[in-house]
């Protein structure tokens, strides 16, 4: 039996000390950001920090309502592949909703953002003439694996390093087809990149753009159209790309872009062709999240209450964060053991939930854990995380920050552009 070659790698795993146990958790729609943890045959509520539904949208009556009416209606499973079985109208309605979301011509929808951006990318590189294809060095590991995929030529360049970037521009030449792919907003450092600077080089030089809008969908812009809105660049973006499991709550993944592009994606991505459409169930919660979070800045202004609050708690505990640019608040550890103490111990004995990151999700030496506040994390669960977290790092010996009571920025201008707020802390330490 070859059964010794798995086990091995795993021990090594373990050794590592990134062997991953999940948590066997059941989220309580009525009562977020509640969730049942069962460990053995203890059964308790834990107040869940790391979740990516970061808007709690996942529990919105109205989405809830349209999954369970759609199901009602139309049955659980699409019954085929697109190919096989016809577009549902559900998601007709959902791409054209999409669409409109990025003001762009059309959109496509996947199972998941990995696969959007695997047959995408995947695509664009493989139907383009010796395309080459640049790509940031911290880019997901589903757009690396659309780029391995096209077999195109790669060239990584150094995180946000626009001179880096347009070093390769300049040396591929302007004729050949080239494609910049990128993230708006990196989840794991909670960091944004300059989509207005990175278009500007794209322009100068002849590229398409490629961009991954993941963690920013539903929660920048007027109408939670991503970072690109937020900053007046969406329609210098060739490809927007977006998961509709995260700020939107459901599951599934999409581009948005030309017509043609969606068209030739359509036509040619194995993994868009060879699997089973979305349960027009899902693509009719889909929608609905997508449609509320159009209107409803309000859930946008409330989540950045919270994540406001819980950075100025944090900061006044002296607990490290390794930015302040994003809704994300990484918690920087530095250490794969003392990361996955730090996060039982929270759970064990605070009834908090945050997984801990570990390699390969970030390099070594750079394990954290992640908090993700949401609109229903109230004041004094963010309070009890301070307290947690402070006795956490002294039981474990952590580093703690010397405090910082340098002003912070103003909350709404995270959703709406520093521009419109800039005047008024022109000077301040952002931090
Ligand atoms: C989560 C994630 C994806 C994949 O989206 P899913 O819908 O979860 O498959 C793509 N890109 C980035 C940057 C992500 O973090």
Not at 126 to 153: V, Y
Not at 219 to 239: N, T
Not at 290 to 316: C, E, F, G, M
Not at 335 to 348: F, G, I, V, Y
Request: proline share 5%; glycine share 8%; with cysteine.
């Amino acid at each position: 039996m070859l059964r010794h070659h798995f086990q091995s790698y795993l021990d090594g795993v373990r050794r590592e000390g990134r062997y991953r146990i999940f948590a066997d958790l059941e989220r309580d729609a009525a009562r977020p950001p509640y969730a049942r943890w069962r460990d053995g045959s203890n059964c308790r509520d834990v107040v869940v920090w790391c979740s990516n539904d970061y808007l709690g949208m996942g529990r919105h009556p109205l989405v809830i309502d349209a999954m369970v009416k759609t199901a009602q209606r139309t049955g659980t499973g699409a019954g085929g592949t697109r190919n096989i079985s016809g577009n549902s109208h559900a998601v007709i309605t959902l791409e054209a909703e999409l669409a409109d979301l990025h003001r762009k011509d059309a959109a496509l929808v996947f199972s998941s953002g990995y696969v959007a951006n695997e047959a995408a990318l995947g695509t664009i590189g493989r139907l383009l003439p010796d395309c080459l294809i640049l790509s940031d060095e911290r880019n997901h590991a589903s757009m690396i694996a659309g780029i391995r995929a096209s077999g195109a030529d790669k060239q990584i360049f150094r995180h946000n390093d626009l001179d880096h970037l347009e070093t390769m521009l300049r040396h591929a030449g302007h004729f050949r087809p080239k494609v910049i792919a990128f993230e708006s907003l990196y989840s794991m450092d909670g960091d944004i990149a300059p989509i207005s600077r990175i278009c500007d080089l794209a322009e100068k030089f002849g590229a398409i753009t490629y961009l991954d809008e993941v963690h920013a969908v539903g929660l920048y812009g007027a109408r939670g159209a991503g970072i690109a809105e937020r900053d007046g660049v969406m329609d210098r973006v060739d490809v927007i790309e977006g998961t509709l499991a995260k700020g939107f709550g459901v599951v599934g993944g999409y581009i948005a872009a030309d017509a043609v592009i969606c068209d030739t994606i359509r036509s040619a991505a194995p993994s868009f062709i060879f699997t089973t459409a979305m349960p027009p169930a899902v693509a009719a919660a889909a929608t609905q999240s997508v449609v509320h979070l159009k209107k409803s800045i309000a859930v946008r202004i409330a989540h950045w209450l919270q994540v406001d609050k819980t950075r100025r708690a944090l900061r006044n505990a002296g607990i490290p964060m390794m930015s302040l640019e994003s809704h994300i608040i990484p918690v920087p550890v530095g250490d794969p053991d003392l990361c996955r103490e730090a996060s039982t111990l929270l759970m064990e004995k605070f009834g908090l939930y945050l997984q801990p990151i570990n390699y390969p999700t970030v390099p070594r030496g750079t394990e954290r854990l992640r908090i993700t506040p949401t609109p229903f994390h109230n004041d004094q669960m963010i309070e009890d995380l301070a307290n947690a977290l402070c006795e956490v790092w002294d039981t474990l010996g952590l580093r703690f920050e010397a405090i910082n009571r340098a002003p912070m920025l103003h909350p709404h201008s995270f959703i709406t552009g520093a521009s419109q707020y800039s005047h008024r802390y022109a000077g301040a330490n952002p931090l």
